[in-house]
């Protein structure tokens, strides 16, 4: 195996410019398959249309179709195919056009993606990429827009982390890329479009970190990827009736920083977890409880989950009804017996 | 992609009977049923003879010793021994393999120590050797998962310009599996240096092969991807060899993947919890050791008069030793650190498994667990 890293330097840093969460994907994996031959990306309709979401634009001209190209269009063998090429030393970055059609990967990520390392006390390791455009809010057709998250995180074996903006995009995608273990690396669609001036490369925290990212006294508000921009939202409009709400963006679901979050309820004393995704036995009753469990005496309040409603994703006409909302989010905070 | 080769026309199917080399009386075959291969030279014949004879012992002490408890659980290739070792023989020690469960005497034909094949089987760890050191991956369970590892490894190696080929087994099951059809398919289509051997051993599990397939034969099924198929008797080792070697060659040189179904029979039950008197009848089960692959081997070199009494003598020596071997390192208990459950989850440590580490720490110092190690075997 001959694998050669052709360079490991930082790229020279950029002006600040206005760039799209997709845009700082873009770039960082144009920067990772410039910095390290052994990057590959593959996956469907990643090449010369650069991506359903334009994520892999330009990259095929710049590298060639030895470095990135259209697979043929089965996921089971995407991923498949990856383990392979992990175990011969290269680092497939791999996209999975839309969440809903990982399922039939869901084998492959299980059974081998996540086990490998441990099936064979770490004398196998993958160090790849999964990447999974997810949840809702585009006025996806049916099975364009779930939230798969939870089947990922509670596969042990597998890191998941899903940035809610374009720098963590950058900086997580990068650190992903270079993690000898598998990466479930989650992209909110509804956020692909949001904009942020940035001058690259950027490193944001370190990709398993949770931040903290608006600081208050009296409520923790606990969201990932797209629902936490619905937390900012709450939390200004709960600010206009006194409330001080810290929100925390996890960041990182697998593994959970319990430092983080337990340092801001115990903070607050009051703790709510908002997703996408069907709250019965979803990634919420994870938090819930791992937030109970290790900060109950300083809780003032059971910890809510503020979730889809238990059923299918809807249809696009009607999938509003289902997201949770900054109004949804106040009114549960308003169960809360508030003086006791 | 820009890893383009000239273009092998597969629109021929392979042939109704399987091609053989030798037949059942050992004797060579001539004229078309050999598919225009040539028996391979005798040496090579005796070394592939001598395989085959350590590993049916091998395979025959490993059932023993899995009737005795000592294994949790055994898928013997009793009877598959060409279809196994004729293949694998014909890569090299750089080419990869990537077995199933049943293929732990094309592990031994690796040169992978018993004791670390049968690690997984007797439950100590999912997989006991280096995959790297040879070249063979871990053992798949779940069916044809492993054909689209060997794809990927095999065009990361050609994306890297080494000259490396792939090998894997699936079992005529596992051909009813989606990631089979992924897996022949992406290798078609890029072209990767990978040989797919199906070993259809009539049954998966129970079922016959008229109940997982309504193809002729399992190397048609090649037409339909664009690459070549071959269906060969898999009871002739010489056949299987040959055919294999020249798919590995063609490979190698970049002419793309090509499949191999070996027709062949599991003389043993599917694993040791199997009762195959349910599904088959002793009849056809004496039909079928009447074609064994050694004595098919054995009668042809016999009549040659390659294999004299002192070869015959040094080989069941060889084989008994190894045979040995075996029992003594599945008679000693294995050491295992429970606390080592933790260690190959991530690279990098985790907060969440460094607590149940030292829970599970606390509890065996405790003596929680005195004396109940190894019990659930
Ligand atoms: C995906 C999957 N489904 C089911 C099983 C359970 N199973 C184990 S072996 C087997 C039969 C496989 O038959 P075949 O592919 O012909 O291989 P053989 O055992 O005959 O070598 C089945 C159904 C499995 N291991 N994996």
Redesign the pocket.
């Known amino acids: 195996m001959t694998a050669t890293v052709t360079s490991n330097a930082p790229a020279e840093a950029s002006a600040p410019t206005q760039l799209t969460m997709a845009g700082a994907l873009n770039a960082a994996l144009r920067d990772a398959m410039a910095a390290d031959d052994r990057v590959v990306v593959y996956g469907e309709d990643v090449g010369p249309l650069g991506g359903v979401f334009r994520v892999t634009e330009g990259l095929q001209a710049e590298f060639g179709d030895e470095r990135i190209w259209d697979s043929p269009l089965a996921e089971s063998g995407i991923v498949g195919t990856a383990v392979g090429m992990a175990m011969y030393g290269m680092r497939p970055v791999v996209e999975m056009q839309f969440d809903a059609f990982s399922y039939p990967a869901f084998e492959q990520m299980v059974s081998h993606v996540a086990k490998m390392r441990n099936r064979t006390k770490g004398r196998v390791t993958l160090p790849m990429v999964v990447r999974i455009p997810c949840a809702g809010a585009i006025g996806g057709v049916e099975h364009h827009s779930d939230s798969s998250e939870s089947y990922w995180a509670s596969t042990p074996g597998l890191t998941v982390v899903m940035p809610s903006n374009p720098a963590d995009a950058y900086s997580m995608l990068r650190e992903a890329i270079e993690s000898d273990d598998p990466v479930v690396f989650m992209e909110p669609k509804s956020r692909y479009w949001s904009k942020a001036p940035l001058a690259l490369p950027v490193t944001t925290a370190p990709m398993d970190r949770a931040e903290v990212v608006r600081e208050g006294t009296d409520v923790t508000l606990i969201g990932y990827g797209p629902t936490v921009r619905t937390a900012l939202e709450a939390a200004d409009a709960a600010a206009d009736e006194g409330l001080s709400i810290e929100v925390v963006d996890l960041r990182s679901l697998s593994p959970f920083d319990d430092a983080t979050v337990g340092a801001s309820v115990r903070k607050t004393s009051r703790a709510a977890v908002i997703h996408e995704a069907a709250q019965f036995g979803g990634y919420g009753a994870e938090v819930a409880a791992r937030v109970t469990e290790r900060n109950f005496h300083h809780l003032a309040a059971p910890v809510l989950r503020i979730a889809g409603f238990d059923i299918p994703f809807p249809s696009p006409k009607l999938e509003e009804y289902h997201l949770p909302t900054p109004d949804r989010v106040l009114a549960a905070l308003d169960t809360w017996e508030w003086d006791a | 992609m820009s890893l383009n080769v000239e273009h092998v026309s597969t629109r021929t199917l392979p042939s109704e009977k399987p091609l053989r080399l030798l037949d059942n009386a050992g004797h060579a075959v001539t004229g078309a049923a050999t598919g225009g291969f040539g028996l391979p030279d005798t040496e090579t014949l005796l070394g592939l003879y001598r395989k085959m004879v350590v590993a049916r012992r091998f395979d025959v002490q490993v059932t023993a010793l899995t009737k005795q408890g000592r294994l949790a659980t055994y898928?013997s290739a009793y009877g598959q021994e060409a279809c196994e070792i004729g293949s694998v023989a014909a890569l090299t020690a750089a080419d990869w393999l990537f077995p199933t469960y049943?293929d732990t005497i094309a592990l031994l034909t690796r040169g992978i120590e018993p004791a670390d094949i049968l690690q997984s089987f007797r439950g100590d760890w999912h997989n006991g050797y280096d995959q790297h050191a040879h070249r063979t991956a871990a053992q798949a369970?779940?069916?044809a998962t492993q054909a689209l590892h060997a794809v990927g490894l095999s065009h990361a190696a050609r994306l890297r310009r080494d000259p490396i080929v792939a090998l894997t087994f699936?079992?005529?099951?596992?051909t009813s599996?989606g990631d089979t059809h992924e897996a022949f398919n992406f290798a078609a289509v890029w072209q990767t240096p990978t040989v797919f051997v199906v070993?259809n051993?009539q049954?998966?599990?129970s079922v016959p092969l008229e109940r997982q397939t309504r193809a002729a034969t399992l190397a048609d099924k090649a037409v339909g991807y664009g690459m070549p198929g071959y269906h060969v008797d898999g009871n002739d080792i010489a056949a299987m060899y040959a055919v294999t070697r020249a798919a590995v060659d063609r490979a190698r040189e970049g002419g793309g993947p090509t499949l191999i179904e070996g027709v062949t029979y599991?003389i043993e039950a599917?694993t040791n919890s199997d009762d195959p008197t349910r599904y088959r009848t002793a009849r056809d089960v004496e039909h079928w050791k009447r074609r064994d692959p050694i004595e098919r081997l054995e009668k042809y070199l016999v009549s040659e008069g390659a294999l004299t009494e002192a070869m015959r003598t040094e080989i069941a020596d060889a084989a008994e030793a190894l045979a040995a071997r075996t029992r003594e390192v599945m008679t000693t208990e294995a050491e295992l650190d429970p606390l080592e459950l933790f260690d190959h989850v991530y690279g990098r440590e985790r907060s969440a498994l460094v607590e149940q580490r030292s829970a599970l720490e606390a509890e065996l110092a405790a003596g929680a667990f005195a004396g109940h190690q190894g019990a659930a075997r």
């Open positions: 898928p049943r369970t779940p069916l699936l079992g005529d099951g596992a599996e070993q051993n049954f998966a599990i599991r599917h």
